[in-house]
């Protein structure tokens, strides 16, 4: 049995932010969120994580994550204070305690498995994770005698110059016999550089331990700081690139491309330069999206291109055409083979199959019919400063170019809309609707005012 505990107490104060650090956001999902999410295959029998800095925003930020245990570290006096406060919530607990840092979102599930897995067949008391790395700045170096046992951690604070050339460091990932750590806990002591307490002081202190090395040492990178946010974002982008690239999508310049671990891409999808795709985005097989594109939240059909838009909350049907320029947001649905073309701005609209909204308009809360065409600057007039009205369009309606219809409004079907008019009231099925000035022309009218 294995219970888990995230430190996430702590400031972050290298990130040189109001936001507390492990709610910092790595490919569409805060750092903390990563780390819950790698414990998931271990099954856990409880989840706790230790909140102290801005502890209400950490709560709230992970209220939607079920069964979660939060306990409070009011004063952040070191990692090993932070797990001192859970010994009132595991009296009598016998089994193991994994404990992650809350800042480190690049591990891997296998590794955590590998990690228990080897702590319960070698009997340890702990086993914590360590690696090699070629710039071990900033991570406690780990030190083992001859017969390969852990002698001690040194943070780099407290090393000496000699210490600090060993580049064998903790990850900050333990597995504790929990009745061995609990003993140990009441009795740390806070003499080093940083006056804290340091759960690092408490391994050395426990039975028989081990280091077991990452195969990857890119899993441990914990994010201090915004390079190392970067880096670490560097890291996923890759790794989430790869996948789709081995799934049978294409990425042309992937470099330029950002997709959010959330995303999901059926094969023969093909994504151009500099398009970002993010939060639970679905585009199915045959979708071409950008250059230059943003989408968010939206499920695309099959065979839709999408070219220099953005595209957010939204559902695109097959076949459909969107751009260049356009900007679909808040809860737009577009039918099947439709073209939104450039300039266009939708807002909580849906369109019906085969509608046309080619060039520069704008239709906020409107309902289209199929095959309906909407004439280039076409406006509808959704706001009348208090209140959103909506705008209704029946089958194979055409509006002229340089339209206004001032919501609330229907229009039947088969309407026909003349250039230039301003449409107030509803309009029946069949009508042409003439909502403007007659022209008026004055022959010679410019001749006889010329001086
Ligand atoms: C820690 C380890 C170091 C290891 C590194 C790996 C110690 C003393 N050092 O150093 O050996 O190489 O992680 O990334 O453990 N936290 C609390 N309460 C506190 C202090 C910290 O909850 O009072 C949390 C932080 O929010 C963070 C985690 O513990 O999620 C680690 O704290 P941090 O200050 O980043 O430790 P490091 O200096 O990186
Ligand atoms: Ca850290």
Request: charged share 20%; hydrophobic share 35%.
């Amino acid at each position: 049995m294995v219970v888990v505990a995230i430190l996430a107490a702590g400031k972050g104060t290298r990130m040189k932010s109001n936001l507390p650090k492990v709610l910092h956001s790595l490919g569409g999902k805060s750092l903390v969120e990563r780390v819950i999410e790698s414990v998931e295959p271990l099954s856990p029998s409880r989840r706790l994580v230790i909140v102290g800095y801005q502890s209400q925003e950490v709560k709230t930020a992970m209220e939607k994550i079920p069964n979660l245990e939060f306990v409070e570290q009011t004063v952040q006096l070191g990692t090993g204070h932070a797990i001192q406060q859970l010994l009132p919530h595991l009296e009598g607990y016998a089994g193991d305690l994994l404990i992650l840092n809350g800042d480190a979102p690049l591990l891997r599930s296998k590794t955590l498995e590998n990690l228990w897995k080897i702590h319960q067949e070698n009997q340890n008391s702990a086993t914590i994770l360590s690696a090699y790395l070629s710039n071990p700045q900033g991570y406690g170096r780990i030190f083992c005698n001859d017969e390969g046992i852990l002698q001690k951690i040194v943070e780099e604070k407290d090393c000496t110059h000699d210490q600090r050339q060993n580049n064998r460091v903790n990850a900050g990932i333990y597995c504790f016999r929990w009745p061995d750590l609990a003993k140990i806990l009441p009795h740390l002591q806070a003499n080093n550089a940083q006056k804290e307490y340091y759960l690092t002081d408490a391994v050395t202190q426990v039975g028989k331990v081990m280091a077991v090395d990452v195969a990857d040492y890119q899993e441990i990178l914990g994010i201090n700081d915004r390079l190392q946010l970067a880096t670490a974002n560097d890291i996923l982008q890759r790794r989430i690139k790869e996948k789709w690239l081995l799934a049978g999508v294409t990425l042309i310049d992937p470099a330029s491309i950002t997709i959010d671990e959330t995303v999901e891409l059926q094969p023969d999808v093909i994504i151009e330069p500099q398009t970002h795709l993010r939060g639970k985005t679905v585009i199915q097989s045959g979708s071409r999206i950008g250059p230059g594109s943003l989408i968010e939240n939206s499920d695309l059909g099959q065979n839709v291109t999408v070219q220099y838009s953005v595209v957010t909350d939204s559902v695109i049907q097959a076949g459909s055409r969107i751009g260049p320029y356009s900007h679909l947001r808040g809860h737009v649905e577009v039918g099947a083979g439709c073209r939104v073309g450039n300039f266009v701005e939708l807002k909580n609209t849906q369109l019906g199959d085969r509608t046309n909204v080619a060039h520069l308009s704008y239709l906020g809360d409107t309902t289209t019919g199929t095959k309906v065409n909407i004439g280039a600057g076409t406006i509808t007039a959704n706001y009348d400063g208090v209140n959103k009205h909506r705008t209704k369009i029946g089958d194979r309606t055409k509006t002229g170019s340089n339209s206004v219809l001032v919501a609330p409004i229907t229009l039947g079907d088969n309407v026909y809309i003349a250039a230039g008019s301003t449409v107030t009231e509803d309009v029946e099925n069949d009508a042409l609707v003439i909502a403007r000035c007659r022209q008026v022309v004055k022959p010679g009218w410019c001749k006889k005012t010329e001086s």
